[in-house]
């Protein structure tokens, strides 16, 4: 049975770790937040991944950017500078002893709430920084050839209803569509935006390779994701055609390779999509060579 695209190998230091809630370091079993906090009464917060690899945070320049840009969008004031808030991120990682395999989640919130009720003005407190290092690779099952995704029927909305470029903590409709995958028993939801054209996965980006050519969507209907971007712009680096543009599940299904993207496992092949085999199976020419290249981004 397919477990998602975030399956990790479990790692037994992860059950000492200490974890940083406002400056301030505590044992796992000991982190807490109130129950009054934004993030918990309403999921009002943004957040980031980000990688620790070979003891550099990977692209934290460009989380940090989007990090912040999506606190201005909610009127939020994070209180603290880029520049603090990456330090305390090392900070976080150095008291763990940690230096390579490191997946943080970065979670601002908007801080707590005098009583449980969605009106920004009723917070009482700073933003509550939450920052989780955890010693995380990828597990690669034995005899894996790639994910299976299956079409969801849940949508990507219009930036009118929730704006589909903001990360931020209310991801409900994600939810619902890997709650749809799981029950199918494959690895993720593809997501089709308003008109019915590939948008996304519930919790990584979609590309297809086809004739040469590197196709994603038009980002118009998702985050501009970290991996995503930098793949995209990969392509152009090294004169291989990539588009961002509108295309649907036919254009899919004849596909000669596909992979989905994100921070925490880079690029992984897709092997199917609704029943449907990607392309040869273990034949990726153009994924592999995008695979290279991106790792030797990250040791740049």
Request: glycine share 8%; charged share 25%.
């Amino acid at each position: 049975m397919a477990k998602g695209t975030h399956e990790y190998q479990d790692d037994p230091r992860n059950a000492s770790i200490l974890i940083n809630i406002n400056g301030e370091l505590f044992p796992r079993e000991e982190a807490k937040i109130s129950v009054f906090d934004s993030g918990f009464i309403l999921g009002d917060g943004v957040w980031e991944g980000i990688r620790l690899h070979h003891g550099k945070l990977a692209f934290i320049d460009q989380h940090m950017r989007r990090i912040y840009d999506g606190a201005k969008a909610l009127d939020m004031d994070i209180g603290i500078s880029k520049t603090e808030l990456v330090e305390r991120i090392m900070a976080t990682c150095h008291a763990n002893n940690m230096h390579d395999g490191v997946h943080i989640r970065l979670m601002i919130t908007r801080g707590i709430k005098a009583t449980p009720y969605q009106d920004p003005r009723v917070t009482i407190s700073a933003a509550t920084i939450v920052i989780i290092a955890e010693h995380k690779t990828p597990l690669i099952r034995e005899g894996f050839k790639g994910v299976s995704l299956m079409t969801t029927h849940v949508r990507r909305g219009y930036p009118d209803v929730q704006d589909p470029k903001l990360n931020t903590h209310s991801k409900l409709n994600c939810i619902f569509a890997c709650i749809q995958a799981a029950k199918s028993q494959v690895d993720e939801a593809l997501m089709l935006d308003p008109h019915g054209f590939v948008a996304t996965c519930n919790s990584t980006h979609f590309f297809i390779i086809r004739k040469g050519e590197v196709w994603t969507s038009s980002g118009d209907f998702c985050l501009d994701g970290i991996t995503r971007r930098n793949v995209i712009n990969l392509c152009k680096q090294n004169d291989i055609p990539v588009f961002e543009r509108n295309f649907t599940l036919s254009d899919v299904y004849g596909a000669d390779e596909a992979f989905v993207t994100g921070t925490f496992a880079g690029l992984t092949p897709v092997l199917e999509v609704d029943g449907r085999l990607i392309g040869e199976p273990e034949e990726n020419p153009l994924l592999t060579r995008l695979q290279r290249l991106y790792l030797e981004m990250i040791e740049c």
